[in-house]
């Protein structure tokens, strides 16, 4: 494995991708881990983004034994353009959920309006690794005009359980009220995931599953029918 790391890190073009392609299909050895995160993370820094991207996979298979990776790719965020802004940061999570440098990053680019559409959703669909994302910034991007941004911002307070309890409100006018119907059912299962906190949506809950806006989307209806019976 070491000679074919050695290959990775001197050479480029085709010749670097192959051998990342290599090692990919063959797999890292315990043994070896520490040394291929090192190689990987210099990887990360190619201009062709396929070799970010696969060198990036590389580093999420590796998992918490490429976690100092992350360091060393921290300093990259600041610099990063294309999709070096995605790619970077989706490595650092892939190693380590709990980083904060770049969860701050995706979120940067998921709440600013200035940034184009694609970059922001799927910042936001990278933001899924993150093990903690900011309450107040995802509160923010639930009055976002895009339904998608909205509905990734509702999903990924969900994934904060009960830390997201300050989005109560606004994910109770949500269900109320948004033009959306499946951002309304999934308001509805996130305030199941907050929990006992917001029991006090219940009422908007149980009216909103007789709204005749939803009377074609059984579905949606179910949805907030089942968020209702886990707000004890």
Known sequence: MAPLL???KESTGARRLNALAAVAKIGVASNDAQ???AVFAEAMKDRDSLVRRIAGHALGNLGTQARGA???LAPMLPKAVGSGRLDFPEAMLRVDPANAEASRFLTG???N??????TRLSAGDTLRLAQNTSVPDLVQMLKDPDADIRLTAVELL?????AARAAIGPLTDLVAKDVTPTVRGRSAT??????????TALPVLKAAMSD????DRKDVVAEIEAACGRLP
């Not at 969900?158 to 009960?162: K, L, V, Y």
């Not at 996130?190 to 029991?199: E, M, N, R, S, Y």
């Not at 005749?212 to 009377?215: A, D």
């Open 190 to 199: 996130t305030l199941a995931k907050i929990g006992p906190d917001a029991k």
């Open 35 to 37: 040394l291929a995160a």
């Open 70 to 72: 992350a360091a060393l």
């Open 109 to 111: 680019l998921f709440v």
């Open 113 to 118: 309006s200035q940034v184009d559409r694609e």
């Open 158 to 162: 969900g994934r904060q359980g009960p």
């Open 6 to 8: 050695g290959v990775v």
């Open 212 to 215: 005749p806006r939803l009377s």
